[in-house]
Nanobody, 124 residues
Framework: VQLQASGGGPVQAGGSRRLSCAGS????????IGWFRQAPGKEREFVGA????????EYADSVKGRFTVSRDHAKNTAYLQMTSLKAEDTAVYFC??????????????????WGQGTQVTVSS
């Protein structure tokens, strides 16, 4: 599967931004989709994810209540809706995919396929 992330850009603190992750292939709906980010000088970290089935979601504590992951199977696209953005949310955001796992498996990783990143810059 190939992934294309988009929607990044500058945003003021307190604002919102929606990122999209477009996937190729008819099996996109059978993949778990994860969102990760990497800030300058820091390691890549898990942000949130949505399962392929039953729409189970997981979030990092740092974004709970502010970010929402969703997906539209008909459009082969997953989304990361970000609200109440903070300066510390500034990072390159990546989407990733993996073949669907059992419901008991964590959605935080690992992932097999990665898209290119999209930069989100939050100014205070």
């Amino acid at each position: 599967v190939q992934l294309q992330a988009s929607g990044g850009g500058p945003v003021q603190a307190g604002g919102s931004r929606r990122l999209s992750c477009a996937g190729s292939g008819r099996t996109f709906s059978s993949y778990d989709i994860g969102w990760f980010r990497q800030a300058p000088g820091k390691e890549r970290e898990f942000v949130g994810a949505i399962s392929w089935f039953v729409r189970r979601m997981e979030y990092a504590d740092s974004v709970k209540g502010r970010f929402t992951v969703s997906r539209d199977h008909a459009k082969n696209t997953a989304y990361l809706q970000m609200t109440s953005l903070k300066a510390e949310d500034t990072a390159v955001y990546f989407c990733a995919a993996r073949a669907g796992r059992p419901m008991s498996a964590t959605l935080a990783g690992p992932y097999d396929y990665w898209g290119q990143g999209t930069q989100v810059t939050v100014s205070s």
